[in-house]
């Protein structure tokens, strides 16, 4: 069964953010209380577009392992917004 088009493309604008904010709680909640909401909103943004820059602050090693699987879900759900947008054209 096919999701009509408003649907797919309300998801495809509202994944990413929900994304980004899941992963800040999650910065947050592994990094403690040294971890700023910008920090954690920052650090969230360059995982999730694979910048790069490097830790906004030291990470233990579960925020390593938060790290990784955040990034895997989050590169996963970028594609599919991806190619959510080139269906709809």
Known sequence: ???PLNWRLWCVVMLPLILL???AIGY???G???W??????FM?????T???YGETRPLT???????IVFLFVGVFTLFFTATEIIRAM
Do not use: H, Q
Request: proline share 0%; net charge negative.
């Open 1 to 3: 069964m096919r999701l």
């Open 50 to 52: 694979t910048v790069g």
């Open 44 to 48: 969230s943004a360059i995982t999730l």
């Open 61 to 67: 090693a579960e925020g390593r392992w938060f790290t």
């Open 21 to 23: 904010f899941v992963g």
């Open 28 to 30: 947050r909640m592994v």
């Open 36 to 41: 700023t909401w910008s920090d954690a909103i």
């Open 32 to 34: 403690g209380d040294e």
